[in-house]
């Protein structure tokens, strides 16, 4: 595609239910990055993925979420018994090479 | 703790007036340095990066960068109100080591008519 898809836009869910937000890359693109946006906050790292290599984990907040990405392409992030505080923007963004390319991202509300 | 810090703003400033953004970082073994511009509700954008200490100009923006000081800034000339965004500092390093970027919190622009 021309750029970076993200999937659903906005979310609403009921807090203890099972999200999966999804993530279509830039084709060609190597590299595949979440991260999330709170209200006036930075964006913060949660999960990479870079090739047929194992992603890094390390700023995934907590067991809940869990990332994957099927042949190199798609991928969805998953947050399980989701909570208030984990209403945010979830950004993903794709590269190849040092500039990223953000999708449109998904508005993640959780009552 | 690898950390960018900005000023949240807002910096307010006149159309034409020259804007100027300054972020700071913890990490001395970065060597780039990025600028992404988000307007309000969009993702971010890059505009700019650096690598060498020193200026580098692109257009109506110049990026500076003084890795001594460990202090990166953007630099915008002749503002204009299609400038009014929220600009985000980026340094690779984190937690996840080089590979992913590390975002400052972003400085809110306004440029006024």
């Known amino acids: 595609g021309a750029g970076v898809s993200q999937s659903p836009s906005n979310k609403v869910t009921e807090k203890g239910k099972d999200v999966e937000l999804r993530c279509d890359p830039i084709?060609?693109?190597?590299?595949l990055y979440w991260y999330r946006q709170s209200l006036g906050q930075g964006l913060e790292f949660l999960i990479y993925?870079?090739?047929?290599?194992?992603?890094?984990k390390s700023g995934l907040p907590s067991d809940r979420f869990s990332a994957e990405r099927t042949g190199g392409s798609v991928s969805t992030l998953t947050i399980q018994r989701t909570q208030q505080e984990d209403s945010a923007v979830y950004l993903c963004?794709?590269?190849?090479?040092?500039?990223?390319?953000f999708g449109s991202g998904t508005q993640l509300s959780v009552l | 703790q690898k950390e960018v810090e900005q000023n949240s703003g807002p910096l307010s400033v006149p159309e034409g007036a020259i804007a100027s953004l300054n972020c700071t970082y913890s990490?001395?073994?970065?060597?780039?340095f990025f600028w992404y511009r988000q307007y309000s509700g969009k993702s971010p954008e890059l505009i700019m990066s650096?690598?060498?200490?020193g200026d580098k100009e692109d257009g109506r923006f110049t990026a500076q960068l003084n890795k001594a000081s460990q202090y990166v800034s953007l630099l915008i000339r002749d503002s204009q109100p299609s400038d009014s965004a929220t600009y985000l500092c980026?340094?690779?390093?984190?937690?996840?080591?080089?590979?992913?970027?590390?975002f400052g919190k972003g400085t809110m622009l306004l440029v006024s008519p």
């Open positions: 990490d001395r073994g970065s060597q780039s």
């Open positions: 980026a340094v690779p390093g984190g937690i996840s080591g080089y590979s992913t970027l590390t």
């Open positions: 084709s060609g693109h190597t590299a």
């Open positions: 650096i690598y060498s200490n």
């Open positions: 993925f870079q090739g047929n290599s194992a992603p890094d």
């Open positions: 963004a794709s590269s190849f090479g040092e500039k990223l390319f």
